[in-house]
Structures are given as structure tokens and as C-alpha cells.
Nanobody, 128 residues
Framework: QVQLVESGGGSVQTGGSLRLSCAAS????????WAWFRQAPVKEREAVTY???????YYIDSVKGRFTISLDNAKNTLYLQMNSLKPEDPAMYYC??????????????????????WGQGTQVTVSS
């Protein structure tokens, strides 16, 4: 079992920055897939970015060059640095993790079935 607790959300103006953190506790000795998802009102949940324990990262096109995902294994903490925030970025942001298995490996990084643990979410608001 892994528990995920996000923090760092808030309200910023367009062009501003936020850094989200996700503290993991529990069984953090195994290898996991890590990602951030987001969901805005009346929109579907979408994967934003992914990182493997080996440091491989993926981003959706709309955040490339603006968002950076990182993983501090020593602190068991996942981060999302968000710069140049835009009006389309506001959403509830969720930290997710999934233990590495062959089944999950067959799912794409943006597939929710790769992940079994979800945080409670942290709200990001962008005002113009």
C-alpha cells in the first residue's frame, strides 16, 4: 500500500508558476510508475506527465516546455514544476503511482490502468 498526499496548489495569475509536491508513504521500496493527472470541471480526466524511476519522462503537448516532473527517491516525493501557467491549466491535479508489473507495463503512460494509487488532489487556479 502506498499513500499519496499532494500539496502546493493555489491560485496564480496567467504566466505565474506553482510547484506541486506529492509525498509518498508506505511501501515505497518497490519500483513504481509515477504521473500527474488533472481534471477540470466538465472535462475528462487527462494524464499530464509521467516519470519512471529511471528518469524517463513524457508530457502532453500542451505542457511541454512549461511543466517539469521530477522524482526525489530519497525523499519519496514527486514534484511538478508548472511555469507559464495558462487559462487552460486550471484543474484538480492528482498524483498517481502504480507498482511496476508486466500488466501495467503493457498500458500506456497516459492510461489510468497503469496506476493503482491516487492522491486526494490539489486545486490549481489561474486568473487573468
Amino acid at each position: 500500500q502506498v499513500q499519496l498526499v499532494e500539496s502546493g496548489g493555489g491560485s496564480v495569475q496567467t504566466g505565474g508558476s506553482l510547484r506541486l509536491s506529492c509525498a509518498a508513504s508506505g511501501d515505497t521500496y518497490s519500483d513504481y510508475y509515477w504521473a500527474w493527472f488533472r481534471q477540470a470541471p466538465v472535462k475528462e480526466r487527462e494524464a499530464v506527465t509521467y516519470i519512471s524511476t529511471g528518469g524517463i519522462t513524457y508530457y502532453i503537448d500542451s505542457v511541454k516546455g512549461r511543466f517539469t516532473i521530477s522524482l526525489d527517491n530519497a525523499k519519496n516525493t514527486l514534484y511538478l514544476q508548472m511555469n507559464s501557467l495558462k487559462p487552460e491549466d486550471p484543474a484538480m491535479y492528482y498524483c498517481v503511482a502504480g507498482q511496476m508489473t508486466l500488466t501495467r507495463f503493457s498500458k500506456g503512460w497516459a492510461d489510468t490502468r497503469r496506476y493503482e494509487y491516487w492522491g486526494q488532489g490539489t486545486q490549481v487556479t489561474v486568473s487573468s
